[in-house]
């Protein structure tokens, strides 16, 4: 398995998946509440929804980038300083949207192998408290990016089911559904 052939399926199809789940809370709520989502929290000191969805997309392009060894582009200060002030500022579902697909629209320009050069090779990854995480590119994916990933879209999941949105494990799992073998989807 490669950095790319880890990477970009997997961030693409949850990122997907994560603008499906706000397809169904706009379908499921009127659309005052189906917006009011998007400053819910887990907890009083947790960022609200609209932080998780950003968050996740920042992992997806700091990923990219990191793993190509370029600098970050101006744009992803913006996303960031959104995410860290959508508490004040949700936005709107669409905005979020948005944001979702230009995280996908980037991951997609990606040739099969953008990021399989960085193998090998050291990052230091600086954090913002000051501690810097030396790491081999590996090492990034695997127990940085991918975690973090994961951490903001799991986080924006129990944020919706929290607050009534029906979803399930299906609607998680989505992109395994053209797995299964023919004739063993359970009836019903």
């Known amino acids: 398995m490669t950095l790319t052939s880890l990477i970009v399926p997997t961030f693409s199809q949850m990122l997907g998946t994560l603008s499906g789940w706000l397809d169904k809370a706009q379908a499921q709520l009127p659309a005052a509440e189906a ?21 996740a997309c920042v992992q997806a392009h700091e990923a990219v980038y990191r793993l190509q060894g370029e600098a970050f582009p ?5 996303l960031l300083n959104e995410g860290r002030e959508a508490g004040e500022r949700p936005g709107s ?14 991951l997609q320009s990606l040739s099969v192998d953008a990021l399989d050069g960085a ?3 050291a990052i230091a990854h600086a954090l913002p408290n000051g ?3 030396d790491l081999t590119a590996e090492q990034y994916a695997r127990d940085w990016a991918l975690s973090q990933f994961y951490f903001h879209l799991m986080t924006a999941y129990a ?15 989505a992109h395994m559904f053209g797995h299964i073998r023919p004739g063993t989807m359970p009836a019903g």
């Open 35 to 55: 917006e009011a989502l998007l400053s819910a929290r887990l907890a009083p000191d947790m960022y609200p929804l609209a932080t998780q969805i950003r968050f």
């Open 74 to 78: 101006a744009g992803l200060d913006g």
């Open 93 to 106: 579902i669409a905005d979020a949207k948005a944001r979702i697909g230009e995280a996908l629209a980037l």
């Open 119 to 121: 193998a090998g090779t």
């Open 131 to 133: 501690m810097i995480l």
């Open 159 to 173: 944020i919706l089911r929290a607050q009534g949105v029906a979803l399930g494990k299906g609607d998680y799992v």
